[in-house]
């Protein structure tokens, strides 16, 4: 089934980046930072000095120890950082090349359980992110679908060229989904070849039109709208290719190709790296001389200003420093106004009323904004309407707040 999609058009200056991956070397330094897991409090199995392995447990979630998150490469835990109330900011880890080498051996998918169990306790579950409250899932969830989000977005890589030598893994990575869920697994991509089988609960479903195309939000209200008590989760494609990889093999794969570009890079292109590499150690030969740049990990509307590669990140933009960041209120001393306009109502592809939902957000009105839909949504989703609005308020961190605040009313 193909879905042409008509609203959120995001104008974009950016060109499209060559569609060779391009080969730059590992980073000197990763890390898995707090910015990815909102409210994740983090209980530590090493500490500072420890000497750890790709793959090996750097921490457990606090609440739910099954979770743990793993090394992306191995080296040396330079640095633990903590945020408010102890949460992750961050877990910094000084690259050394791996010395030993990991035995090959298949994990078994036949189960429910041995499949969370593998996914839980290997790194992979961190890759999930839920509809509603964007957030990881907990270990005894059951999404009514999932969403394999594999429609490239404004100057980003084009999952065909990324998956060509990987389709196998890809296919036993959405195969793998499918146990766990009762519903089907939509797998979301660009006009094209199939980039996987498709079987009875693997559904390929197509998608063109507006940048909005490329967003697992406008994906969920086509095919499967979040509803009270329903929840689904979303996964980026070179994830189900680490979760193939990870059943064929027994290995966590952290390698990630990325789509660097903005109007510091020389030439926009691809670059092979891994989860949580440091920014600058991966760029370096892609920019301008005599440039200062400042770094955007995500979409170039909707990315953060970064010094490491976010965990669902496969773009990196090279800009200079932009003026002052937004305010998190428009009533709370931003100097303009929210008017309506023609450009705000055509910003979001869910079918959610814009500016009646800015202003449920720009107050903390949490009961105004979900009978708005905003369950539906997360910061990614919003980030239009920050660039769009005049108030000059960022309706992601408002958008985080409300979201915050229903998930500990639902608990």
């Known amino acids: 089934m193909h879905y042409t999609i008509r609203q959120g058009d995001w104008p974009s200056d950016l060109d499209a980046p060559v569609q060779a991956i391009g080969d730059v070397g590992l980073p000197d330094t990763v890390a898995v930072v707090g910015a990815d897991f909102p409210g994740l409090r983090p209980s530590f199995v090493v500490e500072q000095g420890d000497e750890v392995t790709a793959g090996q447990v750097l921490f457990t979630d606090r609440k739910h120890s099954q979770i743990a998150h793993v090394a992306p490469c191995s080296g040396t835990v330079a640095q633990i950082e903590y945020g408010p109330r102890r949460t992750l900011s961050a877990c910094v880890i000084k690259r050394t090349a791996?010395?030993?080498?990991q035995q090959s051996v298949p994990l078994d998918s036949s189960?429910?359980?041995?499949v969370r169990d593998a996914l839980q306790s290997r790194g992979m579950w961190p890759a999930f992110r839920t509809r509603p409250f964007g957030r990881t899932p907990a270990p005894d969830a059951r999404p009514t679908a999932i969403f394999v989000n594999a429609v490239p977005g404004v100057a980003a890589p084009d999952p065909h060229v990324v998956l060509q030598a990987r389709t196998e893994l890809f296919a036993k990575g959405a195969a793998v989904l499918t146990v766990l869920t009762d519903g089907l697994v939509h797998v979301c991509q660009a006009k094209g070849t199939p980039l996987c089988p498709i079987t009875e609960r693997v559904h390929i479903a197509t998608f063109s039109?507006?940048?909005a195309s490329a967003l697992a939000g406008t994906h969920i209200d086509r095919l499967h709208p979040v509803q009270s008590g329903r929840q689904v989760w979303t996964i980026g494609y070179q994830d189900v290719v680490a979760i193939g990889y990870l059943f064929a093999t027994g290995q966590y794969a952290a390698d990630r190709v990325v789509?660097?570009?903005?109007?510091?890079?020389?030439?926009?292109?691809?670059v092979q790296t891994i989860l949580g590499a440091r920014i600058a150690d991966i760029t370096a030969d892609t920019l301008a001389e005599g440039t200062n740049p400042v770094f955007r990990?995500?979409?170039p509307l909707g990315g953060r200003e970064a010094v490491f590669l976010g965990r669902f990140d496969v773009q990196i933009t090279a800009t200079t420093r932009s003026a002052a960041p937004r305010k998190a209120s428009w009533l709370?001393?931003?100097?303009?106004?929210?008017?309506?306009?023609?450009?705000?109502d055509r910003a979001l592809?869910?079918?959610v009323l814009p500016v009646p939902l800015m202003r449920a957000l720009s107050v903390g009105d949490s009961e105004a904004a979900r009978s708005l839909g905003c369950l539906a949504l997360i910061e990614e989703d919003v980030a239009i309407l920050s660039q769009l609005?005049?108030?000059?308020?960022?309706y992601g961190v408002l958008l985080r707040q409300v979201l915050d605040e229903l998930m500990e009313d639902a608990a």
């Open 389 to 394: 609005c005049t108030s000059g308020a960022d």
């Open 111 to 114: 189960t429910e359980a041995s």
């Open 349 to 351: 592809a869910p079918r």
């Open 297 to 299: 990990s995500g979409t």
């Open 209 to 211: 039109g507006t940048a």
């Open 98 to 101: 791996q010395t030993t080498t």
């Open 259 to 270: 789509a660097i570009s903005g109007p510091l890079s020389n030439t926009p292109q691809l």
């Open 332 to 344: 709370s001393g931003a100097k303009g106004a929210l008017i309506p306009t023609a450009a705000l």
